[in-house]
């Protein structure tokens, strides 16, 4: 026999109607999140902060797609490309990681959308390798 608790904490249940509003803008939410205190935090606040930063809006993403299929040129040929992860950002791990995930799930949705057929990282010369 084995029992199961769920432990919730809903301590503002007002921004919780707020922040889970499916009308609101994942950019919203996202500012939202942004002003208020960790010491407020709850159950609701702590998952959508994950979700903000893994989804951060249609116009990020589609912009980060835009840079990604400018750095590979022209699509309509088949071949490799080596895209370097994107220049200018600091080697501090936070910044750097940060560049290289926006940049690998930007080539995951041409992936999917059949621009991509693969891709390769090479972490030491810090470099996606692409199959178009």
Known sequence: MAYCCIIVSNDDP????????????VEEIYETLKMI???EDDDITRAL????????????????????????????????????IP?????????YEQSRQITEKALHRLLLIG???DYTINYSKEEFTVQL
């Not at 007002?14 to 803008?25: E, I, S, V």
């Not at 022209?74 to 490309?81: A, H």
């Open 14 to 25: 007002g921004r919780t109607d707020y922040l889970l509003n499916p009308n609101n803008k």
């Open 37 to 39: 205190p960790r010491e």
């Open 49 to 84: 902060f994950f979700h903000t930063k893994s989804f951060r809006g249609i116009t990020q993403e589609k912009e980060n797609v835009r840079e990604i299929l400018e750095s590979l040129e022209d699509i309509s040929r088949k071949g490799k490309r080596v895209i370097s």
């Open 87 to 95: 220049e200018g950002i600091s080697k501090r791990a936070s910044k």
């Open 115 to 117: 621009v991509v057929s």
